[in-house]
């Protein structure tokens, strides 16, 4: 898969991510196994779902772009997002006992393989832009 159709099918789940944390907020709390939903609650999540909403559009805007240090550092943050807070939500759930559910783990599932992906294209940007160097 080239890197372009890479970041525009994550920027379209980052929106799609997005949508039911801002228009379906109490849907979304409860399916991540929330027991009590409250305004708290739902500030939070539509907050985070306006940061992944601009996150995807972060990676739309520059699917197309040449390989330069800000696209690598695109690629980075975009690994690395997912990732620590694949950690983050493994170490709530496991050592706080925060309440977790079966869409939890499938979608703590997906994140990691997100996260791993995009640390793949962030390394064959790196290796490809060192080859250049050395040619140059």
């Known amino acids: 898969m080239s890197r372009s159709l ?3 099918l994550a920027g379209i789940y980052g929106f799609f991510l997005a949508i039911p944390m801002l228009f379906f907020t109490e849907s979304s709390l409860l399916n991540y196994g929330v027991p009590k939903v409250d305004l708290d609650h739902i500030a939070i999540m539509q907050y985070l779902g306006i940061s992944n909403a601009m996150i995807g559009l972060l990676f739309l805007l520059n699917r197309n772009q040449p390989n330069s240090y800000s696209l690598r550092t695109v690629l980075l943050l975009g690994a690395l997002n997912p990732l620590v807070g694949v950690v983050a939500g493994v170490y709530h759930v496991m050592v706080l006992n925060v309440p977790f559910s079966t869409f939890f783990v499938a979608d ?12 793949y294209y962030y390394n064959r940007e790196s290796k490809a832009a060192g080859a250049n160097a050395v040619l140059a």
């Open 6 to 8: 890479f970041l525009l």
């Open 108 to 119: 703590t599932l997906f994140r990691l393989a997100l996260g791993l992906a995009f640390l």
